[in-house]
Nanobody, 118 residues
Framework: QLHVMESGGGLVQPGGSLRLSCATSGFTLDYYAISWFRQAQGKEREGVSCISSGGYTDYADSVKGRFTISTEYANNTVVLQMNSLKPEDTAIYYC????????????WGQGTQVTVSS
C-alpha cells in the first residue's frame, strides 16, 4: 500500500528554520514525484515545491531562495528545508505523491502544522 507521512512541523520565530520530512512507503522515488503543498487558515491549498523522479525541482515564487527540496533515496524520504521563515509561511504543510510534478496527486499525507510567530 502506498503511503506518505509528514513530520518536522512546529513553532519557530521569524527568520528561523524548519526541516520537514516526507517519509514514503510502498513505492519507489525512482518513479514518482513528491510535492509539498500548504494551506493557511481561511485560504486555499497552494503548491510550494516539487521534486521529480529525475531530480527536477520547482518552487513557488513566494519561497524561492528560502526553501530547498531534496530526496534522500537511502530512506525513501523527501526533505523540505525551510529557511528565513516568515509569519506568512504559517500553514499546514502536506506532502503528496504524483507520477510527475504536473500530474494529479495520487496520495496525500495527513499534514504537519508550521507556525511562524514571535
Amino acid at each position: 500500500q502506498l503511503h506518505v507521512m509528514e513530520s518536522g512541523g512546529g513553532l519557530v520565530q521569524p527568520g528561523g528554520s524548519l526541516r520537514l520530512s516526507c517519509a514514503t512507503s510502498g513505492f519507489t522515488l525512482d518513479y514518482y514525484a513528491i510535492s509539498w503543498f500548504r494551506q493557511a487558515q481561511g485560504k486555499e491549498r497552494e503548491g510550494v515545491s516539487c521534486i521529480s523522479s529525475g531530480g527536477y525541482t520547482d518552487y513557488a515564487d513566494s519561497v524561492k531562495g528560502r526553501f530547498t527540496i531534496s530526496t534522500e533515496y537511502a530512506n525513501n524520504t523527501v526533505v523540505l528545508q525551510m529557511n528565513s521563515l516568515k509569519p506568512e509561511d504559517t500553514a499546514i504543510y502536506y506532502c503528496a505523491a504524483r507520477r510527475y510534478c504536473s500530474a494529479s496527486v495520487l496520495y496525500w499525507g495527513q499534514g504537519t502544522q508550521v507556525t511562524v510567530s514571535s
